[in-house]
């Protein structure tokens, strides 16, 4: 099973080889580009699950291809780990800036690189998982709204005491006792109408699937 589709963006021979043949051992479906442009067309034909990108390329600077993928909706959230020969602060922070996750100094050490990318990507992995999570909440949220919005829509009131209203939703089966003071509670439960109260909004039995939150009564069915 494939580790992940690494992207190696390195105008250097020797090191993409090294690189290439390190990643592939290590069960990585790998692809190779030794110019900027070349990186973003296979970017476009399949797209990595993460980039290796070399800062110093013939064609355009590791900055540009980086402002290139995150400018995409598309490439965007791909992970970007330079490698560069620079040891200067400006660098590094640029390359942040850009939206790189990380960088790795030359001499290359493909451990450490590997190390480094199985981090990325399972972070990756992690915010993808979340990202979905949300997604999925926020349509059931969604779903729920609307059987609410649609049940509204039918929502008639049965005055039972003054003062004190059923609301009724018919497509839910649902009935909820508004504005009802402890006397009153009491005085329906004399009638045999609930039959237990609590206090400060504990939940309780009263009858067929009712509960008392502080003054609000709410049952399912069955009181009439």
């Not at 965007?76 to 490698?83: L, R, T």
Request: with cysteine; net charge negative.
């Amino acid at each position: 099973m494939s580790e992940g589709r690494l992207m190696i963006v390195e105008d250097d021979v020797d090191i993409s080889n090294m690189l290439r043949i390190y990643f592939q051992s290590q069960d990585y479906d790998v692809a190779v580009a030794q110019r900027g442009e070349d990186a973003l067309e296979m970017c476009r034909q399949q797209l990595p699950h993460i980039v290796v990108l070399d800062i110093m390329l013939p064609d355009m600077d590791g900055f540009e291809v980086c402002e290139h993928l995150k400018a995409s909706e598309d490439t965007a959230d791909i992970p970007v780990v330079f490698i560069t020969a620079m040891h200067e602060t400006e660098p590094k922070t640029r390359g942040f800036e850009v939206g790189a996750v990380d960088y790795i100094s030359k001499p290359v050490s493909p451990p450490i690189l590997a190390a480094r990318v199985r981090t990325h990507l399972a972070m990756a992995d992690q915010s993808r998982n979340l990202e979905l999570q949300v997604q999925q909440r926020t349509a059931k949220l969604e779903q729920t709204r609307n059987a609410l919005r649609e049940a509204m829509g039918n929502l008639a009131t049965v005055e039972v005491a003054p003062g004190v209203d059923w609301l009724q939703i018919p497509e839910a089966g649902l009935r909820i006792l508004c504005g009802c003071p402890a006397e009153v509670a009491k005085n329906l439960m004399q009638k045999g109408l609930i039959s237990k109260t609590s206090r400060d909004g504990v939940p309780f039995e009263t009858g067929p699937n009712v509960i008392l939150l502080s003054d609000v009564l709410i049952q399912n069915g069955g009181f009439s």
